[in-house]
C-alpha cells in the first residue's frame, strides 16, 4: 500500500455561486480502500465527491491525485487514473450498452483512434465482469434500473482506472438491486484491487460494504474511521438528528442501525431488556 | 477473474461493435451507417444532374454526367458549366451545411429541436443581412459590392452574434437543452422583429430585393457565389468532423464528460461556434432556408438508427434535400418559387409532428 494518498484534498472549499457548502475541508483517500460518504441530505458529500473528481472546481485549497495537484494536471491524463460515475447519469435515447461502455475508452482515444484492440478487450471484459455482455447490442433505455447501473458501472471499469468514484450509485434501485451493484463494488476493490470512493445514503449497507466511513454534517466531515467507530448511537444522533441504536448486523458483523422514531421512544429499552432477558424460548 | 489479468492486456470482442482497424487508426464498422450515407452520395449526384439538366434547354441526365467528368459538345459544356452547375453546387454546398449545422447543435443540446433556425441563429443571420440591403442598398455601388462581399460578412456577424447571445443567456452552470432552445426561440422573435422593421422602413425596391432574398432563393447563382460558401465549407465541415471524437463523450451529459477527461465548455463552444459559423454561411449564400437543419439530422438519425444525429450523413442528406426541392421549386409548378418555400412546406408538419410528440420527442 502507498504512503501518499491517492487522494488528497487539502483547506478544500466548494460552493455553487455564493452558496459556500463545504469550508476548510481536509481528507485523505488510501490506496486500495473503500470509502464511503455518509451524512444527511444537503450536508455536501456529492459536492466533496465532485470537487475530488475535479467535475467542481475547488473555491480554495485543492486535491492532490497520487500527490499532485489534480487541477493542474491535464484532465486527459487524470481521467485515465481517474473514474467518476455522477449521479443518475442519463444515456441519449438509443444508445446501446457497447456503445455506452466504449465511451469509457475515451481518455485512451484520439480522433484517429476510436477502436483499438485495448479498447475492445477492455469493453469485453468490463462487460462479461459485470454480466452485462449478452445485453451489449440492446439500448441501454430498454434496460431495468439495476441494469442500467450495472451498464454504467461497467463504463467505469473500461475507463481503467486506478480510483473510482461513485456518487449515489444505489438510488432508485429497490434493495435487491442495491446489493447487487454494492457486490460489484466489493468485486472491483477486493477482485480488481480498486481504489473505491462512493457517496451512500443507506448506512448499514454503507458500513457492510465500506472498509472506512466519513460522516459528513454542514459541510464538514464529524467522524472517520471504520465503520464501528464511526457508526455510533452518538454519531447518529449529532449527524443526522437520529435517535437509533446501534446493533451488530448479524449476517455480516458490522454495525446495523436500528430508528427508534417516535412511536417506540421510551418504551423500547425496556422491551430489549424485558426480550434479552426471556431469551430464546 | 484476478488483479492482474485486469491489469494486463484484456482481448476479447464486443458484439455490435465490428472493428476496422488499419496501422495505428480504428474505428467501428457501421454498416448501415456506411450504407445510408452512400446512398445519399450517389442519391445527390444523380439530383444534380437531373437539376441541372432541366431547363429551357433540356439535357438528359447521361450527358450531365458525361459534361461533369470531361466530355460533351461545347455547347452542352458551357450551359452546364457555366449556367447551372454553379446554381446546383451551391445547393450541396449550402443543403451540407445546413444539414451538418443542425446535426451538431441536436447532438451538443441533446434536444431534436435545437436547430439552428429554431436557435435563432438563422434569424439573426438574416436581420443583419436585411439591415445591410436596406440601409446600404441607396447607393449602387454599395449595393454590389455588398451583396458579394458585405451579405456573407454580415449574416456571419449577425449570426454569431446571436448565437453569442442566445448562449449567454442559457447558460446557468451549464447548458441545459430546453432553456436552450426556449431562449433562442426568444432571441429568434426579436431578430425576426427587426427584419419586420427594417421592411417597412425600407425603400421599396430594397423591400423588394430584402424578400426575396428572405425566402431562401438559389437563383441566379454564379461562380462568385459557390467559391466562397465552398472555401468556408472546406474549413469548418473537416473542424466539425474532427471535433465529433469530443461529440460522443458530451452526449453522456456534462458531468460524465468531464469525468472522461472532455473540456466540456472548451468542446462544447468550439462545436456550437462551428455549426454557427456553417449556419451563417449558409445563409449568407442563399438566404435562410428554413427547415434543411431541423429535418435532415433527424431523418438520418432514424435511417440509421443511431443515438445521435449522423454529421456526414446529415451533409449529404441536406444537400439532397435542397437540391430535390429546388427541383420542385423550378420545374414542377407553373411559376419558379423560391426553394426556402418548398423546404418550409416540407418542415412545417414534421416540427408540428414533433411538438405533438411532446415531452417524448423532445427528451434529452
Aim: aromatic content about 4%; hydrophobic content about 50%; proline content about 5%.
Amino acid at each position: 500500500m502507498r504512503t501518499v494518498p491517492r487522494l488528497h484534498a487539502q483547506d478544500l472549499q466548494l460552493a455553487y455561486g455564493e452558496n459556500v457548502v463545504v469550508d476548510g475541508l481536509d481528507f485523505a483517500v488510501l490506496d486500495g480502500t473503500v470509502t464511503a460518504v455518509i451524512g444527511p441530505n444537503g450536508c455536501g458529500k456529492s459536492t466533496l465527491l465532485r470537487a475530488l473528481g475535479r467535475l467542481l472546481p475547488a473555491r480554495r485549497g485543492h486535491v492532490l491525485l497520487d500527490g499532485k495537484r489534480i487541477d493542474r494536471t491535464p484532465t486527459r491524463e487524470v481521467a485515465r487514473v481517474l473514474g467518476v460515475l455522477p449521479q443518475a447519469p442519463t444515456a441519449p435515447e438509443g444508445l446501446t450498452v457497447a456503445d455506452l461502455v466504449a465511451r469509457g475508452r475515451h481518455p485512451h482515444q484520439a480522433w484517429y483512434r476510436q477502436w483499438s484492440s485495448d479498447d475492445e478487450g477492455a469493453v469485453a471484459q468490463a462487460l462479461s465482469w459485470t454480466g452485462m455482455a449478452e445485453f451489449a447490442e440492446r439500448a441501454v433505455d430498454t434496460l431495468s434500473g439495476g441494469q442500467r447501473q450495472r451498464v454504467w458501472i461497467s463504463m467505469v471499469l473500461a475507463q481503467g482506472t486506478d480510483v473510482i468514484l461513485l456518487d449515489e450509485p444505489t438510488t432508485f434501485l429497490d434493495l435487491a438491486h442495491q446489493v447487487d451493484v454494492l457486490d460489484l463494488v466489493e468485486r472491483l476493490h477486493t477482485e480488481a484491487g480498486r481504489t473505491v470512493v462512493m457517496v451512500l445514503h443507506d448506512l448499514n449497507l454503507a458500513a457492510r460494504y465500506a472498509q472506512r466511513l466519513v460522516a459528513m454534517k454542514d459541510g464538514a466531515i464529524v467522524a472517520e474511521g471504520p465503520p464501528q467507530q464511526v457508526l455510533t448511537s452518538d454519531m447518529l444522533r449529532e449527524v443526522f438528528d437520529l435517535d437509533a441504536q446501534v446493533v451488530t448486523d448479524p449476517v455480516s458483523g458490522t454495525p446495523l442501525v436500528v430508528p427508534v422514531g417516535r412511536r417506540h421512544r421510551g418504551g423500547v429499552r425496556e422491551e430489549l431488556e424485558q426480550s434479552t432477558a426471556v431469551g430464546p424460548a | 477473474m484476478s488483479p492482474s489479468e485486469l491489469l494486463t492486456r484484456p482481448t476479447g470482442s464486443v458484439a455490435g461493435r465490428l472493428p476496422v482497424r488499419y496501422r495505428g487508426l480504428s474505428g467501428v464498422w457501421r454498416p448501415r451507417m456506411v450504407l445510408v450515407t452512400a446512398c445519399g452520395v450517389g442519391l445527390t449526384v444523380l439530383m444534380a444532374a437531373v437539376n441541372i439538366g432541366r431547363g429551357d434547354f433540356p439535357i438528359s441526365v447521361l450527358e450531365v454526367l458525361a459534361v461533369l467528368v470531361g466530355g460533351g459538345d461545347s455547347a452542352q459544356q458551357f450551359i452546364v458549366l457555366e449556367l447551372r452547375l454553379p446554381r446546383s453546387l451551391t445547393a450541396v454546398l449550402v443543403g451540407s451545411a445546413l444539414g451538418l449545422s443542425g446535426a451538431i447543435t441536436q447532438a451538443v443540446a441533446r434536444n431534436p429541436l435545437a436547430s439552428p433556425d429554431i436557435l435563432g441563429v438563422t434569424a439573426g443571420a438574416s436581420a443583419a443581412a436585411v439591415v445591410l440591403i436596406v440601409l446600404g442598398g441607396s447607393s449602387a455601388a454599395v449595393a454590389s459590392v455588398g451583396s458579394l462581399v458585405g451579405l456573407p460578412i454580415a449574416a456571419l456577424v449577425g449570426g454569431l452574434v446571436t448565437a453569442a447571445l442566445v448562449y449567454g443567456l442559457a447558460w446557468r452552470n451549464g447548458i441545459e437543452g430546453y432553456r436552450l432552445v426556449l431562449v433562442g426561440v426568444g432571441i429568434g422573435a426579436v431578430a425576426a422583429a427587426i427584419t419586420s422593421w427594417m421592411l417597412v422602413y425600407a425603400e421599396i425596391n430594397d423591400a423588394a430585393r430584402a424578400t426575396v432574398w428572405l425566402t431562401g432563393s438559389l437563383n441566379a447563382r454564379g461562380w462568385e457565389h459557390v467559391v466562397p460558401v465552398g472555401i468556408a465549407l472546406a474549413l469548418l465541415v473537416p473542424i466539425g468532423l474532427l471535433l465529433t471524437f469530443a461529440l460522443g463523450a458530451l452526449q453522456m451529459g456534462d458531468d460524465t464528460a468531464r469525468g472522461l477527461g472532455v473540456h466540456v465548455d472548451r468542446a462544447r463552444s468550439a462545436l456550437l461556434l462551428t455549426a454557427v459559423g456553417l449556419a451563417a454561411v449558409a445563409t449568407a449564400s442563399a438566404g435562410p432556408i428554413g427547415f434543411v437543419a431541423l429535418v435532415v439530422p433527424q431523418i438520418c438519425l432514424r435511417m440509421i438508427g443511431a443515438a445521435r444525429p449522423p454529421l456526414l450523413a446529415s451533409a449529404v442528406y441536406g444537400a439532397l434535400l435542397i437540391l430535390g426541392s429546388d427541383l420542385v421549386a423550378r420545374t414542377m409548378l407553373p411559376v419558379e418559387l423560391p426553394v426556402g418555400i418548398i423546404t418550409a412546406i416540407i418542415g412545417a408538419p414534421y416540427l408540428i409532428w414533433m411538438l405533438a410528440r411532446g415531452r417524448r420527442g423532445a427528451r434529452t
